[in-house]
């Protein structure tokens, strides 16, 4: 290297090389053998524990996180949309007091408990979706959800606050810089804010598989066997904001507030994603970086659980808590995978929000009731600067 060559950003891609990855670590371990012997951080523990800190391998049976709804409970939804629909507001008005569940609220709030304090995830089985106009399944969708987290989140820049996970490649012009419009794999991630629903209307011909792990699980694997991971993983990282100004930000990809391990990154940013490259007059992650990232990946993909998703369920996740992936899959004309997606947050029962993340977490769970749009069709984020998001 010459004096005049800055860092470069290394090999590394949005989809995982296991191959790389094994490279990378016996070149840093060759180089400083006394790695893994670096004292953990400050304020970082040897290992954590509680019903969130899981592999998949615990996971025996979907009984255990599949709530079947009775013929009672789907009798209230539809009273509860008779009832919103009477009132003839917007539907940014949808909330537990427009949509009441006489019954089914309290299992609701019971199983937002276990969001944030259980095991993180929960899937509602089944809505049924081919009863409803769109309309009205968006509001039967909002308004459970509002029992489960009142705060919904927007999704971009024109304050939509319903997103459509769809392959749109074929449909929509433009630079898709998210495997999430694609039937790629999406790797290992979060999304941001507290809670993410999704709701399946139609299931992929096969694969597809949507994949959750435990932040709490990975964490206590690398302190273990290499703290100074840990290190790399707490300190800030460039952000690509892929065009946005200023064209990257910084902040850490892990955090331990108020008890709770937090992991929230997505590989992207990172590395970019299809036709949308990583920018190159930021600064590039370093080898450290890169080693990490994969290693977040990896590890998480060793000890998830994979979800089998019907028609008609709706899964919920504590995005602060565990990271989720989704299998490579196949459409044909009858089978078009399409999931509708929300973000949530419970106020009442919410962790503490790390304080590098409180601007963006204040500025998702903004928008106010008559400013929120719920597109009944999908479209792609945009950002305020344009890019996809
Ligand atoms: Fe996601």
Redesign the pocket.
């Known amino acids: 290297m010459t004096a005049t060559e800055g860092p470069k950003q290394p090999d590394i891609s949005y989809h995982p090389d296991a191959k790389k990855f094994r490279a990378r670590t016996a070149r840093r371990l060759a180089e400083d053998p006394s790695l893994p012997q670096q004292p953990l951080p400050a304020n970082f523990p040897d290992r954590v524990d509680g019903p969130i800190v899981w592999e998949g391998k615990d996971w025996t049976d979907e009984s255990q996180w599949v709530y079947n709804l009775s013929q009672t409970q789907l009798n209230e939804i539809d009273g509860a949309l008779a009832h919103f629909n009477s009132l003839d507001k917007p539907m940014g008005f949808i909330s537990r007091e427009t949509f009441p569940l006489p019954t089914l609220s309290a299992e609701l709030w019971k199983l937002a408990d276990a969001l944030y304090n259980g095991r993180g995830f929960f899937v509602l089985r089944e809505i049924p979706i081919d009863k409803y106009s769109r309309k009205d399944l968006a509001i039967v969708y909002a308004g459970l959800s509002s029992h489960v987290g009142s705060g919904r989140g927007r999704q971009d820049a024109t304050n939509a606050v319903l997103a459509h996970i769809k392959d749109l490649r074929t449909s929509h012009k433009g630079v898709l810089g998210n495997a ?1 419009y694609t039937t790629d794999k ?1 790797v290992f ?3 941001i804010g507290d809670l ?1 629903a999704l709701l399946s209307i139609q299931q992929s011909a096969s694969g597809g598989v949507s994949r959750l792990a435990s932040s709490g699980f990975i964490y206590n694997e690398i302190a273990k066997t290499r703290p100074d991971l840990i290190h790399v993983l707490k300190d800030n990282w460039p952000l690509d904001r892929f065009g946005g100004d200023p064209p990257y930000t910084e902040r850490p990809v892990l955090y331990n507030e108020d008890g709770h391990i937090v992991i929230q990154y ?1 590989r992207r940013h990172f590395t970019g994603y299809g036709e949308q490259i990583r920018s190159t007059n930021i600064p590039p992650i370093s080898e450290a970086q890169a080693e990490a990232l994969d290693m977040l990946h990896f590890l998480a993909e060793k000890h998830s659980l994979g979800l089998n998703f019907q028609k008609g369920d709706i899964q919920y996740i504590n ?1 602060m808590g565990l990271l ?1 992936a ?1 299998d490579a899959f196949v459409d044909d004309p009858e089978h078009t995978r399409h999931l509708v ?1 929300l973000w949530l947050r419970n106020d009442e029962l919410a962790w503490k929000t790390p304080k590098p993340l409180e601007k963006t977490w204040a500025l998702l769970y903004s928008v106010a009731a008559n400013a929120q749009r719920f597109p009944l069709e999908p479209e792609i984020r945009k950002t305020a600067s344009g890019a996809t998001k």
């Open positions: 999430a999406q991630h979060t999304d993410i997505s995005s989720h989704r997606r």
